[in-house]
């Protein structure tokens, strides 16, 4: 196979899975893991894909962010895990927020209903799971809702939580690096959960590994104003060790 019809091969491979793996394309094409740096870097010259640690992904999932039925499909599985995971982060008494997205919303469909425990969200999908809930008090943020998440953003959301204080906020995020720390595509959801981190005592971001490396336009927090990082197992030892080392702890579930 020639270079322009394997990086072709690379690029349709990208576009469906959202992701290339230099490890992955190695094996699958034949070629050492060097052949397919350079045809990466080559594809990242061109605009078509953007290296990340281990891999690439295509320009088309960095430029728009995938509706929420789109994103609850993806990496389901590793999701739940994570998910799992998190509970043990929420106290038995207490107050928690949960932020919009697939995984957080997962997490809410593992609380139990139970009394002394209050749940502030500004997802509308975290609020439908949990409004049968007849012993947890639940908490609805105001504000505009994006189409696109289904969370709410913007002032009334900030002014609802300028005089909270919660025990745990539990984040989702699009992208992550030690360098970069949590990022996402919109202005106003990076606001909205940038606030989020401000009125917890203890910050939770849950994020699968395909998120690693990949950041977006808008950071809202750095590692060291996070306490945690729970992902899951495919994310490598090098990656989490420099995660660590700019101070979060990192759990791969």
């Known amino acids: 196979m020639y270079a322009p019809e394997r990086q072709q091969r690379i690029l349709e491979v990208a576009r469906a899975q959202g992701r290339v793996e230099v490890l992955a394309l190695s094996a699958d094409l034949g070629v050492t893991t060097e052949t397919v740096r350079r045809d990466l870097t080559a594809l990242e010259r061109r605009g078509a894909v953007r290296r990340v640690h281990g891999g690439a992904l295509p320009v088309e999932r960095l430029e728009v962010e995938p509706p929420l039925a789109t994103r609850t499909s993806r990496n389901a599985e590793a999701k739940r895990r994570i998910a799992a ?27 139990p209903d139970r009394s002394g425990l209050t749940v502030v969200t500004n997802s509308i999908d975290t609020a439908a799971v949990l409004q049968s809930h007849e012993h947890t008090d639940l908490y609805v943020l105001g504000g505009r809702v994006r189409g696109r ?82 992902t899951d197992t495919d994310l490598d030892d090098d990656t989490a060790a420099e995660l660590a080392a700019e101070g979060m702890a990192v759990v791969r579930a």
């Not at 900030?158 to 204080?165: E, G």
């Not at 590994?209 to 336009?217: I, V």
């Open 85 to 111: 995971r998190a509970l043990d982060e929420v106290p038995s008494e207490g107050t928690v927020l949960l932020d919009g997205g697939t995984t957080t919303r997962a997490l809410a469909e593992l609380l």
């Open 149 to 230: 998440t289904g969370a709410t953003v913007g002032d009334w959301l900030v002014s609802a939580l300028a005089d909270v204080c919660v025990d745990v906020a539990l984040i989702g995020a699009n992208g992550y690096s030690p360098s970069r720390g949590m990022t996402t595509p919109d202005q106003a959801e990076a606001v909205a959960k940038r606030t989020m981190v401000r009125a917890a005592r203890r910050t939770v971001v849950l994020a699968d590994s395909t998120k690693a490396g990949d950041d977006h336009f808008h950071r809202f927090a750095d590692t060291e104003s996070i306490d945690l990082l729970v």
